[in-house]
């Protein structure tokens, strides 16, 4: 059945059309029903449910709590209990764990008033709040299109179609996807969000900013022995096992009921193809200060997603006729302090605030200026400033210097208002930062042993990821011959290895090695989209539901 032979679409009309039920999105229907109880607010939401695609360390910084919900520490139902109690930063060598002194940290270091939990839990709550008011939230339904009007402004969303089999054709279970017509639309997709990539190429937002850097996060929930959990104690570090050249760094956060997140992240402009994240992460579980957390306990949850780590200067215009961007699917995160969530919810709120206006000027599908003049001036324009040279320092010196030196410039900014180093470049997008394979050797990581350290397919278990297999692959190869000239001769197929899922593999058969794709183990993280060295994965949306069932990350 082609386009022009499958029925049309249904469409409902909506004051405000929101994609994605992560902090931003949900910050900004919420704020949108503060301002003005009568707007009509949809948020539509890929996850099955909201919260069962959201994961992040995560200690938050409540400063977007508190100007959304002020009142939320006396909220019973809301799950932000823990808050930090014990701050520690450590150097990570093979044997040992070097302890650094707090007074060296720049006081925006500092997560004493920050709360430990389960941001996919916040979400949850976040939504009740947000239902409370009136809004309408649709989980299990993907974003698939954006719509534009005659004038080329964006006039919303449409849902993708269901009940599509492998081979393209609709099924006896095929259902239209749905229009959402808004006089305005929000994007708050989290990183590289399939949708927001298109409005940035069509757009051309991102002609004045640097290239977008991401990393990925992998994480860990453990229930661990009470003798050794220690509440309210939170662990960063860098060093081992990474080496000095590629940047990344671990986290262990003590919380709730005996329960610990462990995570590590790498950035994604490593220079090894044969580096996989996933087993530097399991290898870092047993390290000699780390193994004794996790001897005896249980393991109850694993995920990866990817992280923006570009900062204020790869910032994208946030603004288009009918739309804007916001949290990460535009890149808010405060790489240093590994958070995010206090910017996502500013400018989800910051944006609500001037749509609002805006509507009540009776304006529609024009563009909101006013939100991209504000974003630099306001407090997540000030938090990402601070901070902006800290990954190009460590990403062009390296992990000792680099640190040393966005160390020191943070206390310069800090302190004086200026920086030494100006405002660093990005030198080159992530996926133009390998190597071809022969400038390296293979890495013999070890195996897992099944109770710290495991293998790629029982940690999807845990995710609770389910695709419906008889769908299209979700994860598009533009040219399959370069795949394997390139991909795999050059770089030695590092999709195998920077895959944190066991998605992609590189079947030997024979003088032709075929490239499969197990597209059902795909966590969403899109890693892909960023590392493949020609550029030549995309990722877009399956069917809505699919994807993890994260239950608390």
Sequence with gaps: MSTEELPPRESMEFDVVIVGAGPSGLAAAIRLKQLNADLNVVVVEKGSEVGAHILSGAVIDPAGLDKLIPDWREDSDCPLKTQVKDDRFYWM???????????????????HHCYIGSLGNVCRWL?????????EIY?????????????????????????IGRDGKPK?????????????????????????????????????????????????????????????????????????????????????????????????????????????????????????????????AYGAR????????SVPKLSFPGGALIGCAAGFVNVPRIKGVHNAMGTGMLAAEHVAAALAADRANDEIVDYENAWRSSSVGKDLFLVRNVKPLWSKFGTVLGVA??????????????????????????????????????????????????????????????????????LKVADMNLQKTSEHEVFAGPSNRYCPAGVYEWVEEGASPRYQINAQN???????????????????????GGGPNYEAM
Excluded at 98 to 104: A, D, E, G, V, Y
Excluded at 127 to 135: F, N
Excluded at 259 to 264: C, D, E, H, I, T
């Design 405 to 474: 030196l966005g160390g020191f410039d943070m206390w310069c900014n800090t302190l004086f208002g200026a920086s030494l180093f100006g405002t660093q470049s990005h030198a080159k997008p992530d996926r133009a930062t390998l190597d071809p394979a022969k400038s390296h050797a293979p890495k013999n990581y070890p195996k897992p042993d099944g109770k710290i350290s495991f293998d790629k397919l029982s940690s999807v278990f845990l995710s609770n990821t389910n695709h419906e297999e008889d769908q299209p692959v979700h």
């Design 522 to 544: 795909c966590v969403h993280c899109k890693t892909c989209d960023v590392k493949d060295p020609n550029g030549n994965i995309t990722w877009v949306p399956p069917e809505g």
């Design 306 to 313: 990817a992280i923006t780590e570009g900062g204020y200067q």
């Design 172 to 300: 006896d279970s095929f259902t239209r996807g749905m229009e959402l017509l808004g006089k305005y639309t929000l994007f708050a997709e989290g990183a590289r969000g399939s949708l927001t990539k298109q409005l940035i190429a069509k757009f051309a937002l991102d002609s004045k900013s640097e290239p977008p850097k991401f990393g990925i996060g992998l994480k860990e929930v453990w229930q661990i022995d009470p003798a050794k959990h220690q509440k309210g104690m939170i662990q960063h570090s860098f060093g081992w096992p990474l080496d000095l050249k590629t940047g990344g760094g671990s986290f262990l956060y003590h919380y709730d009921d005996n329960l610990v997140a462990v995570g590590f992240v790498v950035h994604l402009n490593y220079d090894d193809p044969y580096l996989s994240p996933f087993d530097e992460f399991q290898r870092f579980k047993t390290h000699p200060s780390i193994r004794g957390t996790f001897e005896g306990a249980k393991r109850l």
């Design 93 to 111: 060598t093979g044997g040992g764990a070097i302890k650094l002194p707090n007074f060296i940290m720049p006081p925006l270091m500092d997560n």
């Design 127 to 135: 939504a009740r709040k947000a239902e409370a008011l009136g809004v």
């Design 139 to 163: 989980p299990g339904f993907a974003a698939a299109e954006v719509l534009y009007d005659e004038q080329g402004a964006v006039k919303g969303i449409a849902t993708g179609d269901m009940g």
